[in-house]
């Protein structure tokens, strides 16, 4: 197939809309001044082939998509134990909703809501440096140096009142053993690690290969671990419109409020697709509909 041909196609096919539909973030002002102009994709397959086209080697806020990479690191370090604290359910709701944490005595659904995030943050702050850990999986995983753009750390900082409020509570119940503010210094921080589509696209491809470095080969997670991270960004990783992107793309998915959307197709390629301006369940307006096309476009899907 050529991956490159389809890549140029989207691009071509997508490029008109910019700007005809979907708003940038707006709750910090280093998300709200981003062009929502910007359009970007990039692959990389199972062989190591890439491809890649429009902004896709343009930088951005990963945001939500670090929560696959925060979950990596705890499962490889806690195996069955995470589940404990944190479900693998679907939560139907927004992604910063704190409503089902009542209900659910400070258990998060899952661990791609805010809550889920913020309890894995927590396990990743007993165990050591979560944060330096982080960014040094990434940078191995992209094999390029990956960093945290500081004005958006300190403005998730300034304005996480929901993040708070959802540690908060989570340490009422006793779901987080440790201090409120270092758990969210790891969370605030994760979801400001800036990277391009083109690094994502390689970071996250242990994902296709049954938990495998993408260059060196080396394991990352074990198979049945990577199948579990696939399945949870399936069920959960686009919030509650996790049906949807199940019944329009059936690929894992996972986005974040920086316009970014990673996808896996099990066994053959990762993808990450990038635009800033969001629809009103918080994914990428025209990421979602570049993955749409490149699934009619490929055959390429779970089911
Ligand atoms: N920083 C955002 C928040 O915590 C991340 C949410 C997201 O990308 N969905 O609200």
């Known amino acids: 197939m050529d991956f490159q041909l389809v890549l140029d196609q989207i691009n071509t096919e997508l490029r008109p809309l910019l700007g005809e539909g979907g708003k940038v973030a707006s709750y910090i002002p ?3 001044r981003v062009s929502p ?3 970007g994709i990039a692959l ?4 190591g082939e890439v ?3 429009g902004d896709s080697a343009v930088p951005f806020s990963i945001q939500s998509m670090s929560k696959v990479f925060s979950l990596t690191l705890a499962i490889k370090a806690l195996g069955e134990a995470l589940w404990d604290r944190i479900g693998r359910e679907p939560s139907g709701s927004p992604f910063n909703s704190l409503v089902q944490l009542e209900t659910e005595r400070g ?5 791609f809501i805010n809550a889920g995030a913020i309890a894995v943050a927590d396990r990743l702050v007993s165990l050591g440096d979560g944060k330096a850990e982080l960014l040094a999986l990434l940078s191995r995983l992209c094999g390029e140096p990956v960093s945290i753009d500081t004005e958006v750390a300190q403005s998730e900082a300034d304005t996480g009142y929901r993040n708070t409020a959802l540690a908060n509570f989570m340490k009422g119940f006793g779901t987080l053993d440790n201090d409120i503010a270092t758990v969210l210094d790891v969370y605030f921080n994760q979801c400001a690690i800036a990277m391009t589509c083109e690094q994502v696209a390689c970071a996250a491809g242990y994902l296709c ?10 394991p990352v997670l074990s198979s049945a671990q990577a199948r579990r991270v696939n399945a949870l960004m399936l069920t959960c990783g686009t919030y ?3 049906g949807e992107f199940a019944f329009r793309i059936g690929l894992p998915c996972k986005s974040g409020v920086g316009g970014g959307i990673v996808a896996v197709v099990p066994d053959h390629l990762t993808l990450c697709v990038w635009s800033p301006a969001l629809d009103e369940t918080g994914n990428s307006f025209l990421g979602r509909q570049a993955l749409e096309l490149f699934v009619t476009k490929t055959g390429l899907s779970v089911f």
């Not at 258990?107 to 661990?111: F, K, L, Q, S, V």
């Not at 290969?209 to 080396?218: E, I």
């Open 209 to 218: 290969r049954d938990g495998k470095h993408p260059l060196a080969g080396t």
């Open 30 to 32: 280093a998300l709200a």
């Open 51 to 53: 491809a890649q086209a």
């Open 44 to 47: 990389r397959t199972c062989d």
């Open 240 to 242: 509650d419109a996790a």
């Open 37 to 39: 102009l910007q359009f």
């Open 107 to 111: 258990i998060p659904r899952n661990p």
